[in-house]
């Protein structure tokens, strides 16, 4: 590529409008869906602001991958923040992430440094840790010290942390704890010494669809421009992270179909995008259930998967699947079972998580319902290939 093409590239319009909001570390503005866990935190540490003895206060927010742990708690710490500096009451809100920071030690001398301008050299933990509470005190402030990915630490480790105040004296610690773990890493170190220092346990619970919808709404209106994620396509997303139990998923889903239609020249996002990001992001197909699949469902699998390819929409109808699905069977001259064993296919290939369905009212139609169906995990036009590879070699074609 010559300068002349390297700088056209600038020059091509986006679909992007703040390509930032879409970023793993980003915070929004609104948090959405985690009205009960920020109320609870505020419950718990609002003392600091009331109270002038400044208790400390020690929470854990658990929940599996992708539900929000990680946002909800420096959401929480930003506002805590905004409130604090109102009242008067200067708050230092510090963030670590374990996988960066592997001990007690690592997390006690970066603090040391950013507050006393000390490497920590020649200090052992616990007189590092009273410099800096020393600092906090000096300069009538309080901190209130956020670690994710708690469990990297070693139980002793994160204990010390939950004791500070029995330590240093109430009087001293001007330092509350917010940890943040996912369930099973937490089970893994919960002592009962630990639980006890707890002043409470927050567990978030995957986000249902409506929740996924929610925000991935409120996501791609800050993210890009107008019209290019319609509503049908939020449904489809929305649907992926209510099947995997993780928004991060259809955060990233997001931010790859965007950038594939900038690299396209495209100016929306189309279904076939949202499954090809979708299977970069998350490749949940597995061959080894294809391969367990009878004749029947195979040929309903690729009925689907042309179907969705002909009619270029995020969803089709089992009408329009079973006309493909009786197509492929006479091609390989086998015969083709009625409609309603089709149905039966439907649901066999939803129980395996291999398509997902639903029902859908119609208010125009007479009998009122129709059947929607789905590819979650692979663009329609790789699954169809991989389906002719299948019949190609067990019907010598």
Not at 173 to 201: C, G, H, Q, V
Not at 338 to 348: A, E, L, N
Request: charge should be negative.
């Amino acid at each position: 590529m010559d300068e002349d093409k390297f700088r056209k590239q600038f020059m091509t319009k986006s679909v992007f409008k703040k390509a930032s909001s879409l970023d793993m570390s980003y915070v929004p503005e609104k948090l959405h869906c985690r009205d009960e866990a920020i109320k609870s935190l505020i419950y718990n540490f609002r003392r600091i602001l009331e109270e002038k003895e400044q208790p400390t206060i020690s929470c854990l927010i658990l929940g599996k991958g992708g539900v929000g742990k990680t946002v909800t708690a420096r959401y929480f710490g930003r506002n805590f923040k905004s409130i604090a500096l109102e009242k008067d009451v200067n708050i230092f809100v510090e963030y670590f992430n374990c996988i960066n920071f592997r001990s007690k030690s690592k997390i006690v001398r970066e603090l040391l440094a950013k507050y006393t301008h000390g490497s920590g050299r020649g200090f052992s933990d616990d007189e590092a840790l009273k410099l800096i509470l020393t600092q906090l005190i000096r300069e009538k402030g309080y901190m209130l010290l956020v670690i994710d990915e708690i469990h990297l630490l070693k139980p002793e480790e994160i204990l010390a942390f939950l004791d500070i105040a029995e330590t240093y004296g109430h009087q001293n610690a001007k330092l509350s704890i917010l940890l943040i773990s996912r369930n099973r890493d937490w089970m893994r170190i919960e002592t009962e010494r630990i639980l006890s220092r707890l002043n409470e346990k927050i567990d978030l619970k995957p986000y249902n669809v409506d929740d996924a919808k929610q925000i991935l709404e409120y996501r791609s209106e800050e993210a890009f421009k107008e019209y290019v994620i319609s509503d049908e396509i939020l449904d489809m997303i929305s649907q992926i992270v209510a099947d995997h139990e993780n928004m991060r998923h259809g955060i990233e889903i997001l931010r790859k179909s965007g950038l594939y239609a900038d690299k396209h020249g495209l100016s929306s996002v189309n279904a076939e995008i949202i499954r090809e990001a979708a299977n970069e992001v998350y490749p949940t197909f597995r061959a080894d259930i294809i391969d367990q699949l009878n004749d029947q469902e195979l040929f309903a699998l690729y009925g689907i998967s042309r179907s969705l390819i002909n009619n270029k929409e995020p969803f089709t109808l089992v009408d329009d699947a079973f006309e493909e699905y009786q197509i492929i069977c006479e091609t390989y001259s086998i015969e083709p079972h009625v409609k309603m064993s089709f149905r039966k296919y439907i649901r066999q290939l939803n129980e395996l998580e291999i398509i997902s369905s639903k029902t859908v009212r119609i208010e125009e139609a007479e009998r009122g319902r129709h059947l929607e169906i789905t590819l979650l995990d692979i663009p329609a036009v790789k699954l169809e290939e991989f389906l002719i590879d299948i019949f190609n070699r067990k019907f010598d074609l």
